[in-house]
Each structure stands twice: as structure tokens, then as C-alpha cells.
């Protein structure tokens, strides 16, 4: 992220590169003693900036949460965000080098900056968000966690098949998320197979993809949703995102309403989306089993369509039912089962 504090308002100076992908979504819980949020990078490696000659790499806190609470004409919730968010990154320098001639026709070396970054995003104490590139991250993660482990327990999302199953009932429901969020559309979803010699299957583009007769024979025969993409609506703001169940957030910034927003509100968006979206699963964990999963009459409704359209399944529909009718009925082991965290136990 880029930024250039001379008298210069942060919308003006503020960008970012490469997709609003988040990658590294975590609930956190602070061990024994409080975290000052203002000195988080003492537990990890420092940056101060360095140079071609003398390279620096490391963590340093951002301005990024104060420039989201100067942001204009958004909304009270997302401007009341940068009260408990802290954000920090992670800097790499590379200093490739280049010959060139310069106007003396005379042989130099110039130097172009292409540093590795990472962004953290910190909602204080409960919730903390990564995005950077796929490869950075793999290469920095376990040092970040190895740091920050003295001081703060650390549990990785991934988001549980079922939670993305009821996204999709709640939106069949017409039910809100939360009191702010709603799902407005489902366009693209991707299931995976029990086996690895299960199909997947993939659906884009749809108006109702629960219409969609490949999509609902696949979920009818016991595969699961791996991938769900739609609009949601955040405090009146219309967003597109993609949410993979290896928790993967990809918010689609030329999409919808976002597309009109400048680069600090687009960040600042996604990053309240992101809160959201993992506060409603962390509800989702602690509802009561018989409404963390789908009823049967949701199934039953899927099965109809299928059969106005001739097909015939080929796992039969009891087995489903009974599959779900355990998990309603506690049965069967919840997700997050296995946290550290106090609050899922």
C-alpha cells in the first residue's frame, strides 16, 4: 500500500496493488497478559527502510486506520471501524539493478524498487485478516506466527462446507446475516466430490443457482460447496465477493457499488466486509446444531426441482436426509471443535 503524508488528504495519495484478496484470516485471543496493539511489531522483526547497499525487511504499523476514519461521505459503521482496527505490514526490499546510459551517453547503475508486501489487519483483540500474494505469504506466515505465539493464541479460518451451505439457505430464506449484512444474489458456486473420484462441479453465471439442475444434483448427491460467490449489501453498499472454504476472501473491487468507491473506501470496505463475514461465522459455530444446519424441507425443495427437470438421483435422498438429520441433532461433531480459543469451548 502507498501513501504520501504531505498536506495531502489520504484519498488523494492512497492505492494498493494486486487484487482485494484476503488470504490469512485468523481468530485471535491474547495470552495471559493484554497486547498493546501500538507494539506489536516489538514481538516480530522491525522495519525501518532501507536501501540498494543495505536492504531492510520486517514489520512496521500503518497509518492505513486513521486514514479510513479521515475517509469522507461513508457510513458511521465504517468510519467507527478504525476505532479498534489496527493495521500493520510486512516489507521485503528488492532493489533490482539496470544499466543506462544517462545524457552523458555514460554507463550507470539505477536501482528500481520491487518489495514484497503483506497487509495485517488487526480488529482488536479477537480478529485478525492477511492479504498478500500467495507466494509472500507462504514464505512469511510461520515466522509471523512464531512471533506473535508467546503473546497471542492464533486459530486459522477455514470456512466449514456447511457454513457455505447456509449462506445458501439463508438466501433462499430471504434471512438477513447480521443486523447490517445480507445476501443479496448467488451467481457462481463450485462443490467438490466426497472422494477424489467424486466430480466437481462448477456454476457461474446464474440468476438462481439454486435452479441450477448440475449445481443441485451434485450438492443431492453429497458433495459440497467449496466455493460460493455473490452480492452481498453491507450498510446500503452493494459488494461482490468470492468466499472459498479454505478461507480465501476475494473481494471483486470492479464489481457493483465498490466500483465507484476510490481506493482508501474500496480498502476500507473489504475490510469491514471481511470483520463481518468472520463474526457471522464465529455465530455460526455457537448456533444451536438444528439452525446451524439446513432442514430437511430445504433438500426436499432442491429435490422437487430436479425432478421437474427429469433427473433422477443418483444417491438416494434418505441418506442426505439422515446425514443432516444428525448434524441437527448434535450427533455429529461441530465445526472448530479442535480451537484453542476460550470462546469455542
Same mark, same amino acid.
Given at each position: 500500500?502507498?501513501?504520501?503524508?504531505?498536506?495531502?488528504?489520504?484519498?488523494?495519495?492512497?492505492?494498493?496493488?494486486?487484487?482485494?484478496?484476503?488470504?490469512?484470516?485468523?481468530?485471535?485471543?491474547?495470552?495471559?497478559?493484554?497486547?498493546?496493539?501500538?507494539?506489536?511489531?516489538?514481538? !516480530?522483526?522491525? %522495519?525501518?527502510?532501507?536501501?540498494?547497499?543495505? $536492504?531492510?525487511?520486517?514489520?512496521?504499523?500503518?497509518?492505513?486506520?486513521? +486514514?479510513?476514519?479521515? =475517509?469522507? &461521505?461513508?457510513?458511521?459503521?465504517?468510519?467507527?471501524? =478504525?476505532?479498534?482496527? %489496527?493495521? %500493520?505490514?510486512?516489507?521485503?526490499?528488492?532493489?533490482?539493478?539496470?544499466?543506462? %546510459?544517462?545524457?552523458?551517453?555514460?554507463?550507470?547503475?539505477?536501482?528500481?524498487?520491487?518489495?514484497?508486501?503483506?497487509?495485517?489487519? +488487526?480488529?482488536?483483540?479477537?480478529?485478525? /485478516?492477511?492479504?498478500?500474494?500467495?507466494?509472500?505469504?507462504?514464505? !512469511?506466515?510461520?515466522?509471523?506466527?512464531?512471533?506473535?505465539?508467546?503473546?497471542?493464541?492464533?486459530?486459522?479460518?477455514?470456512?466449514?462446507?456447511?457454513?457455505?451451505?447456509?449462506?445458501?439457505?439463508?438466501?433462499?430464506?430471504?434471512?438477513?446475516?447480521?443486523?447490517?449484512?445480507?445476501?443479496? =444474489?448467488?451467481?457462481? #458456486?463450485?462443490?467438490?466430490?466426497?472422494?477424489?473420484?467424486?466430480? &466437481?462441479?462448477?456454476?457461474?453465471?446464474?440468476?438462481?443457482?439454486?435452479?441450477?439442475?448440475?449445481?443441485?444434483?451434485?450438492?443431492?448427491?453429497?458433495?459440497?460447496?467449496?466455493? /460460493?460467490?455473490?452480492?452481498? /449489501?453491507?450498510?446500503?453498499?452493494?459488494?461482490? =465477493?468470492?468466499?472459498?472454504?479454505?478461507? !480465501?476472501?476475494?473481494?471483486?473491487?470492479?464489481?457493483?457499488?465498490?466500483?465507484?468507491?476510490?481506493?482508501?473506501?474500496?480498502?476500507?470496505?473489504?475490510?469491514?466486509?471481511?470483520?463481518?463475514?468472520?463474526?457471522?461465522?464465529? *455465530?455460526?459455530?455457537?448456533?444451536?446444531? &438444528?439452525?446451524?444446519?439446513?432442514?430437511?424441507?430445504?433438500?426436499?425443495?432442491?429435490?422437487?426441482? #430436479?425432478?421437474?427437470?427429469?433427473? !433422477?438421483?443418483?444417491?438416494? $435422498?434418505?441418506?442426505?436426509?439422515?446425514?443432516?438429520?444428525?448434524?441437527?441433532?448434535? *450427533?455429529?461433531?461441530?465445526?472448530?471443535?479442535?480451537?484453542?480459543?476460550?470462546?469455542?469451548?
Amino acid at each position: 500500500m502507498n501513501g504520501n503524508n504531505d498536506d495531502q488528504h489520504p484519498e488523494d495519495f492512497f492505492s494498493f496493488s494486486y487484487w482485494l484478496k484476503f488470504n490469512g484470516l485468523y481468530f485471535t485471543e491474547e495470552i495471559d497478559e493484554l497486547v498493546d496493539p501500538d507494539h506489536l511489531t516489538e514481538y !516480530v522483526e522491525e %522495519y525501518s527502510g532501507g536501501s540498494p547497499v543495505n $536492504p531492510d525487511e520486517g514489520y512496521r504499523q500503518t497509518d492505513l486506520s486513521d +486514514w479510513l476514519a479521515q =475517509a469522507t &461521505e461513508l457510513s458511521g459503521s465504517l468510519s467507527n471501524l =478504525a476505532d479498534d482496527l %489496527y493495521t %500493520y505490514e510486512y516489507v521485503e526490499e528488492k532493489w533490482p539493478e539496470r544499466e543506462v %546510459y544517462n545524457k552523458d551517453a555514460v554507463k550507470e547503475t539505477r536501482y528500481g524498487a520491487s518489495h514484497k508486501e503483506m497487509n495485517i489487519f +488487526w480488529a482488536y483483540d479477537d480478529i485478525m /485478516i492477511i492479504r498478500a500474494q500467495k507466494t509472500v505469504l507462504n514464505e !512469511v506466515k510461520g515466522d509471523l506466527l512464531d512471533g506473535l505465539s508467546d503473546n497471542l493464541l492464533l486459530d486459522q479460518v477455514n470456512f466449514d462446507f456447511d457454513f457455505l451451505l447456509w449462506l445458501l439457505y439463508q438466501w433462499r430464506q430471504n434471512n438477513r446475516l447480521r443486523a447490517n449484512l445480507r445476501l443479496h =444474489a448467488v451467481s457462481d #458456486c463450485k462443490t467438490v466430490g466426497r472422494t477424489n473420484r467424486d466430480r &466437481e462441479v462448477e456454476i457461474g453465471g446464474e440468476t438462481d443457482i439454486t435452479r441450477s439442475v448440475p449445481f443441485i444434483s451434485a450438492i443431492l448427491e453429497g458433495n459440497k460447496i467449496d466455493e /460460493i460467490e455473490g452480492e452481498f /449489501i453491507i450498510d446500503g453498499t452493494h459488494i461482490v =465477493a468470492k468466499i472459498e472454504s479454505e478461507g !480465501v476472501i476475494h473481494v471483486k473491487s470492479s464489481r457493483e457499488d465498490m466500483l465507484e468507491l476510490n481506493e482508501l473506501k474500496q480498502m476500507g470496505r473489504s475490510v469491514q466486509f471481511l470483520i463481518e463475514m468472520m463474526r457471522l461465522y464465529e *455465530e455460526w459455530v455457537k448456533l444451536d446444531p &438444528e439452525d446451524r444446519y439446513p432442514p430437511k424441507a430445504f433438500f426436499e425443495t432442491l429435490l422437487s426441482i #430436479c425432478d421437474d427437470e427429469g433427473y !433422477v438421483a443418483k444417491r438416494e $435422498p434418505q441418506e442426505l436426509y439422515d446425514d443432516y438429520e444428525a448434524k441437527r441433532a448434535g *450427533e455429529v461433531e461441530g465445526p472448530m471443535s479442535n480451537s484453542r480459543l476460550n470462546k469455542f469451548d
